[in-house]
Protein backbone atom coordinates (compact mmCIF):
# COMPACT_ATOMS: atom_id res chain seq x y z
CA UNK A 1 0.00 0.00 0.00
CA UNK A 2 2.85 2.30 0.85
CA UNK A 3 3.47 3.81 -2.95
CA UNK A 4 0.19 5.08 -3.30
CA UNK A 5 -0.59 6.48 -0.45
CA UNK A 6 2.99 8.06 -0.16
CA UNK A 7 2.26 9.87 -3.26
CA UNK A 8 -1.13 10.93 -2.45
CA UNK A 9 -0.28 12.44 1.17
CA UNK A 10 2.72 14.00 -1.03
CA UNK A 11 0.27 15.40 -3.66
CA UNK A 12 -2.23 16.95 -0.41
CA UNK A 13 0.46 18.40 1.06
CA UNK A 14 2.51 20.19 -2.08
CA UNK A 15 -1.77 21.14 -3.01
CA UNK A 16 -1.98 22.50 0.84
CA UNK A 17 1.52 24.46 0.75
CA UNK A 18 0.24 25.66 -3.21
CA UNK A 19 -2.84 26.88 -1.37
CA UNK A 20 -0.67 28.86 1.40
CA UNK A 21 1.52 30.59 -0.76
CA UNK A 22 -1.06 31.51 -3.23
CA UNK A 23 -2.74 33.02 -0.07
CA UNK A 24 0.26 34.71 0.90
CA UNK A 25 0.87 36.34 -2.55
CA UNK A 26 -2.67 37.69 -2.55
CA UNK A 27 -2.11 39.45 0.85
CA UNK A 28 1.06 40.81 -0.87
CA UNK A 29 -0.85 42.08 -3.54
CA UNK A 30 -3.74 43.17 -1.48
CA UNK A 31 -1.52 45.44 0.83
CA UNK A 32 0.78 46.71 -1.47
CA UNK A 33 0.62 50.22 -3.39
CA UNK A 34 3.28 49.43 -5.93
CA UNK A 35 5.41 52.20 -3.96
CA UNK A 36 8.87 51.88 -2.45
CA UNK A 37 8.25 52.13 1.61
CA UNK A 38 11.48 54.21 2.06
CA UNK A 39 11.06 56.60 -0.84
CA UNK A 40 7.36 56.53 -1.51
CA UNK A 41 8.26 56.13 -5.25
CA UNK A 42 7.03 53.77 -7.71
CA UNK A 43 7.66 50.45 -7.79
CA UNK A 44 6.84 50.04 -11.31
CA UNK A 45 8.97 48.29 -14.28
CA UNK A 46 7.33 47.96 -17.66
CA UNK A 47 6.99 45.08 -19.11
CA UNK A 48 6.35 45.97 -22.57
CA UNK A 49 5.83 49.31 -24.52
CA UNK A 50 1.74 48.98 -24.60
CA UNK A 51 1.87 50.43 -21.00
CA UNK A 52 1.68 47.20 -19.10
CA UNK A 53 3.75 47.01 -15.68
CA UNK A 54 4.86 44.65 -13.45
CA UNK A 55 5.48 45.89 -9.69
CA UNK A 56 8.94 44.78 -8.18
CA UNK A 57 7.25 44.38 -4.71
CA UNK A 58 4.11 42.15 -4.70
CA UNK A 59 4.22 40.88 -8.61
CA UNK A 60 0.91 42.51 -10.03
CA UNK A 61 0.73 43.18 -13.50
CA UNK A 62 -1.71 45.76 -14.84
CA UNK A 63 -2.05 48.40 -17.66
CA UNK A 64 -0.68 52.02 -16.97
CA UNK A 65 -2.80 53.98 -19.63
CA UNK A 66 -5.47 56.09 -18.84
CA UNK A 67 -8.85 54.21 -18.79
CA UNK A 68 -11.33 55.87 -20.60
CA UNK A 69 -14.30 57.52 -18.90
CA UNK A 70 -17.17 55.47 -21.03
CA UNK A 71 -14.95 52.75 -20.96
CA UNK A 72 -14.93 52.48 -17.23
CA UNK A 73 -18.45 53.25 -16.76
CA UNK A 74 -19.32 50.40 -18.99
CA UNK A 75 -17.47 48.11 -17.11
CA UNK A 76 -19.07 48.93 -14.09
CA UNK A 77 -22.49 48.96 -15.50
CA UNK A 78 -21.57 45.03 -17.01
CA UNK A 79 -20.50 44.06 -13.38
CA UNK A 80 -23.43 45.88 -11.65
CA UNK A 81 -25.52 43.68 -14.12
CA UNK A 82 -23.59 40.32 -13.80
CA UNK A 83 -23.57 40.30 -9.80
CA UNK A 84 -27.29 41.59 -9.66
CA UNK A 85 -27.98 38.68 -11.45
CA UNK A 86 -25.98 36.66 -9.61
CA UNK A 87 -27.64 37.61 -6.72
CA UNK A 88 -31.34 37.28 -7.77
CA UNK A 89 -31.12 33.88 -8.96
CA UNK A 90 -29.00 32.60 -5.89
CA UNK A 91 -30.26 30.27 -3.69
CA UNK A 92 -31.60 32.26 -0.71
CA UNK A 93 -30.40 30.18 1.91
CA UNK A 94 -27.43 28.06 0.67
CA UNK A 95 -25.98 31.37 -1.00
CA UNK A 96 -26.97 33.49 1.82
CA UNK A 97 -23.48 34.93 2.49
CA UNK A 98 -22.65 35.23 -1.31
CA UNK A 99 -25.58 37.01 -1.80
CA UNK A 100 -24.58 39.53 0.75
CA UNK A 101 -20.47 39.30 0.09
CA UNK A 102 -21.65 40.32 -3.78
CA UNK A 103 -24.16 43.02 -2.40
CA UNK A 104 -21.14 45.25 -0.94
CA UNK A 105 -18.99 44.00 -4.20
CA UNK A 106 -21.35 45.95 -6.45
CA UNK A 107 -21.29 48.98 -3.94
CA UNK A 108 -17.52 48.71 -3.67
CA UNK A 109 -16.99 48.69 -7.63
CA UNK A 110 -20.08 51.57 -7.72
CA UNK A 111 -16.89 53.91 -6.11
CA UNK A 112 -14.09 52.92 -8.63
CA UNK A 113 -15.38 55.35 -10.93
CA UNK A 114 -15.53 58.21 -8.29
CA UNK A 115 -12.08 57.55 -7.28
CA UNK A 116 -10.63 57.13 -10.66
CA UNK A 117 -11.85 60.60 -10.82
CA UNK A 118 -10.37 61.85 -8.33
CA UNK A 119 -7.14 60.02 -7.69
CA UNK A 120 -6.22 60.11 -11.80
CA UNK A 121 -8.49 62.19 -13.62
CA UNK A 122 -8.22 65.27 -10.97
CA UNK A 123 -4.78 64.92 -9.54
CA UNK A 124 -4.30 68.13 -8.62
CA UNK A 125 -6.92 68.63 -6.33
CA UNK A 126 -5.60 65.65 -4.63
CA UNK A 127 -2.22 67.14 -4.36
CA UNK A 128 -3.65 70.14 -3.15
CA UNK A 129 -5.96 68.62 -0.35
CA UNK A 130 -2.98 66.13 1.03
CA UNK A 131 0.14 68.25 0.90
CA UNK A 132 1.14 66.61 4.09
CA UNK A 133 1.55 63.23 1.70
CA UNK A 134 5.24 62.63 1.13
CA UNK A 135 4.92 61.74 -2.65
CA UNK A 136 5.99 64.26 -4.79
CA UNK A 137 3.78 65.55 -7.80
CA UNK A 138 5.93 64.04 -10.30
CA UNK A 139 5.67 61.12 -8.80
CA UNK A 140 1.94 60.91 -10.29
CA UNK A 141 3.33 62.44 -14.36
CA UNK A 142 6.02 59.66 -14.33
CA UNK A 143 3.03 57.14 -13.56
CA UNK A 144 0.48 59.02 -15.22
CA UNK A 145 2.97 59.51 -18.92
CA UNK A 146 4.19 56.38 -18.70
CA UNK A 147 1.03 54.80 -21.08
CA UNK A 148 1.10 58.19 -22.66
CA UNK A 149 4.57 58.30 -23.96
CA UNK A 150 4.37 54.73 -25.24
CA UNK A 151 1.27 54.19 -26.56
CA UNK A 152 -0.01 55.39 -29.98
CA UNK A 153 -3.69 56.51 -29.45
CA UNK A 154 -4.25 56.99 -33.08
CA UNK A 155 -5.94 60.05 -34.73
CA UNK A 156 -9.10 61.74 -33.03
CA UNK A 157 -11.38 60.20 -30.06
CA UNK A 158 -11.19 61.58 -26.75
CA UNK A 159 -8.64 58.97 -25.23
CA UNK A 160 -5.74 61.16 -24.56
CA UNK A 161 -8.36 63.32 -22.64
CA UNK A 162 -7.22 64.19 -19.12
CA UNK A 163 -3.30 63.86 -19.98
CA UNK A 164 -1.60 66.92 -19.19
ZN1 LIG B 1 2.88 46.09 -5.69
Avoid at 25 to 44: F, N, S, V, W, Y
Avoid at 56 to 67: A, H, I, Q, R
Amino acid sequence: MGKNDYGRTKWTTIQEEERKLKQRRRQLMAECDHRDPETGKLAIKAIDDRGNVRCKLCGMEFNSVMVPESELNESIDTLHNAIQQIRSYSGRKEDRNLIVAFGKLDADIETIAEQYGRVIRDPESRFNKKKKKKHKHNDYDSFGFYGADSVSYGSGGGRSKGWR
